[in-house]
């Protein structure tokens, strides 16, 4: 009786999958959508490259220069990322606990 059961769900899986074939890709298909996917990278490559050059950092708060050092102070009532720059001045973080362990800033 079991070994019917299991000779019958078999035959029931190769008639199922018998309907299903498998077929190969076409090559020129591939090779057209590989085309369209470099040009499109490439402009957007473009682009981006343009768009990083022309751009400037405009906020007048963001020392220009080097950081010197960099101090992070958590469990206090202003857990906060500073960070010393070459020219003297210092910029504040303010850090909030995401989860275990993990703080985020800015």
């Given at each position: 009786m079991n070994r019917r059961l299991m000779t019958?769900?078999?035959?029931?899986?190769?008639v199922a999958c018998s309907g299903?074939?498998?077929?190969?890709?076409?090559a020129d298909s591939t090779k057209a959508e590989l085309?369209?996917?470099d040009r499109r990278l490439s402009e957007l490559e473009r682009r981006l490259g343009t768009t990083a050059a022309d751009q400037t950092d405009t906020d007048s708060r963001t020392p220009a220069g080097p950081i010197?050092?960099?101090?992070?102070?958590l469990g206090s009532e202003d857990d906060r990322l500073r960070l010393y720059w070459a020219d003297g001045?210092?910029?504040d973080l303010l850090c909030t606990e995401e989860g275990q362990k993990t703080w985020a800033c800015g």
């Open positions: 019958a769900g078999l035959m029931t899986c190769l299903c074939t498998a077929t190969a890709p076409d085309d369209r996917f010197r050092s960099l101090t992070l102070r001045q210092t910029s």
